[in-house]
């Protein structure tokens, strides 16, 4: 009975530990973030964003899920990896080795997630958007054709 009860609390604890694989209202993305010579710290942002019909023209609403604190970089260190599991009942950021905790947000299967996120025009990252058009949804990045999307932030501090 010992042993049932060891085994069955270690197969826990594997599941918490944020490296699992995404679970089906998951969503798990990994970035390989090119750092500039100068930079001394990075803050990461992940936000839910969307165009609310009560604001008019280029701004957007944001609700921010998470927030890190300044992560250093290391002298010479040229990539750093950040690791983002997104759920609606949380969201996991891990920055280097460090790991950030925030709330989080479901994507239904309306979202279109990006499978390898890039740099959008501005720098963010879109990770995921719900098109605005569904029988023409627009590339990923494009927000302003997009109903809603999750933005990952990057703010460089030299």
Request: proline content about 9%.
């Amino acid at each position: 009975m010992r042993i049932v009860v060891l085994l069955w609390v270690m197969v826990l604890l594997v599941m918490a530990v944020p490296g699992h694989a995404a679970g089906p209202d998951e969503s798990k993305w990994l970035i390989s973030y090119p750092v500039p010579e100068d930079v001394k710290a990075i803050t990461v942002t992940l936000s839910y964003c969307f165009w609310d019909p009560k604001i008019d023209g280029d701004l957007a609403s944001k609700k921010v899920l998470l927030t890190t604190i300044q992560v250093k970089i290391e002298p010479g260190q040229k990539t750093i990896p950040i690791q983002i599991l997104l759920n609606g009942g949380k969201s996991v950021v891990i920055v280097g080795k460090q790991l950030f905790r925030g709330k989080g947000r479901f994507l239904d299967t309306s979202f279109v997630r990006a499978a390898t996120p890039k740099p959008n025009y501005d720098g963010t990252y879109v990770l995921a958007q719900k098109p605005g058009d569904p029988k023409n949804p627009a590339p990923m990045g494009q927000v302003d054709e997009a109903s809603a999307w999750i933005e990952l932030g990057i703010d460089l501090k030299p």
